[in-house]
């Protein structure tokens, strides 16, 4: 995949832990250099010690100042291990099966978290979240595994959407849509002046049609439906799967056509000029904005297709785990619970000078509008997706690309192309 993976975003700006959300851009999380070239061990009843792959300077003195702090307190110690995160990456999977494994892990919750945790590989921290009541179900139902144990602990997210351009949208004379039926009838007001209703930018960057298929289905087949696909619990040539692209091939002409041979940067400029009326992206789309622009912009959730479907979001989360091998974990728990709380996480956003949403609803982010509105849509969902790759695989993501925009040049043939993804699934499944 290109730089920008869908599974590891940047969030308006250099903003550390959530930057690992849905697509990692390279000036922010690669070719960092790392405090230890490999894994630091647990130190028993001693230290702490937590394997970072935040590795900006930003986000690095982010976890320093966090850890210092959680020192002085006198809870315990805690000891910091950054590495470059295309190396955590690849490392991760010796660090947890290794004879003396840190105790610690920064990472993302989805399916990753949730094979490891079928492994018997990460801490039961259910102990912590007997504390977190105020934290929303969608974020402890993404935290916890099949057995019904919490392993992961949250930190941050962000937020997918229709963003648009206020002054756009006055100028034009249209409202946010909240169901399909008004937001079919939003594109044709916009196509028939002379406006691209959605843009989209698929050049070097497929992915983002993700986001389509995504939605839809936790729109028309519910969240659990969407995670047992993605799982290979459920067929990609499913009646329950055409539904999706039935109801999407009714809103593909209103696509900019433009918008298959530019990749989403050159998207968000076309949406900002006015060239198209709005676009389905995470809100790391804005580092591609001018800063004077940033006012003007606003969003909508994905509209409502069933009423009957529990309402869901696409919000990729970022937080940690801990090794079911720390030789330390009541300290492991002690530390996780201090970063769950308000003041490291409102001390996590002031140092890493970024706008994110904290995980804790009583933490602090940005008083913006727009992060005001994205942070009570999270709120109000019932369960929270994570994004195409991290709810399946980086290696399923490729099997998605060729589907989605073969569908999108030729929708008429569905049929087949559900078929080849099937077969292209199952080869991934099957290793």
């Not at 249209?174 to 209703?197: D, H, M, R, Y």
């Not at 986001?211 to 289905?217: Q, V």
């Not at 904005?289 to 003007?296: C, E, I, S, T, V």
Request: glycine share 8%; with cysteine.
């Amino acid at each position: 995949m290109s730089d920008f993976d869908p599974g590891r975003r940047r969030f308006l700006g250099h903003l550390g832990l959530a930057g690992l959300g849905a697509l990692g851009a390279s000036s922010f999380l690669s070719a960092c250099a790392s405090s230890a070239s490999g894994p630091t061990t647990s130190n028993g009843s001693g230290a702490v010690t937590i394997q970072s792959n935040l590795s900006s300077p930003q986000a690095k003195a982010a976890m320093e100042k966090l850890i210092e702090t959680f020192n002085a307190q006198g809870k315990g110690t805690a000891s910091l291990n950054t590495i470059a995160s295309e190396t955590f990456r690849t490392q991760l999977p010796t660090y947890l099966t290794s004879a003396n494994p840190p105790d610690l892990y920064t990472w993302y919750a989805g399916s990753v978290a949730n094979d490891y945790a079928s492994k018997n590989l990460l801490l039961d921290v259910s102990e912590v979240w007997k504390s977190l009541d105020d934290y929303p179900e969608s974020l402890r139902t993404l935290s916890t595994d099949a057995s019904g144990k919490q392993i992961f602990v949250p930190m941050n997210n962000y937020w997918w959407g229709f963003f648009y351009r206020k002054s756009n949208f006055a100028k034009w004379g249209v409202q946010e849509p909240k169901t399909w039926t008004e937001f079919l009838a939003l594109c044709e007001t916009l196509k028939s002046k002379g406006v691209p209703p959605i843009g989209i930018g698929l050049g070097d960057t497929p992915w983002v049609a993700s986001a389509w298929f995504d939605y839809l289905n936790i729109r028309i087949n519910g969240a659990p439906f969407h995670r047992e696909l993605l799982a290979g619990k459920q067929r990609f040539d499913d009646p329950k799967v055409k539904a999706v692209f039935t109801r999407w091939r009714e809103a593909l002409p209103y696509f900019d056509p433009k918008g298959k041979a530019y990749p989403f940067q050159e998207a968000t400029t076309a949406l900002l000029a006015g060239k198209t009326g709005m676009f389905l992206i995470g809100t790391f789309f804005a580092d591609a904005a001018p800063k004077d622009a940033l006012g003007d912009l606003d969003f909508f959730r994905f509209p409502i297709i069933d009423p009957a479907v529990p309402l869901a979001e696409e919000a990729p989360t970022d937080g940690f785990f801990a090794s079911a091998k720390t030789a330390n974990p009541t300290g492991t728990k002690a530390l996780l619970s201090y970063l769950s709380g308000v003041e490291a996480q409102e001390a996590y956003v002031k140092a890493s000078s970024g706008i994110v949403l904290p995980a804790n609803p009583k933490a602090k982010a940005s008083d913006s509008p727009l992060v005001v509105k994205g942070k009570a849509m999270l709120n109000e969902a019932k369960e929270l997706t994570q994004f195409f790759n991290r709810d399946s695989s980086d290696a399923l993501q490729p099997t998605a690309d060729t589907a989605l925009t073969k569908f999108i040049d030729k929708p008429d043939q569905i049929d087949a192309i559900l078929r080849e993804w099937q077969a292209g699934a199952e080869k991934v499944f099957k290793g």
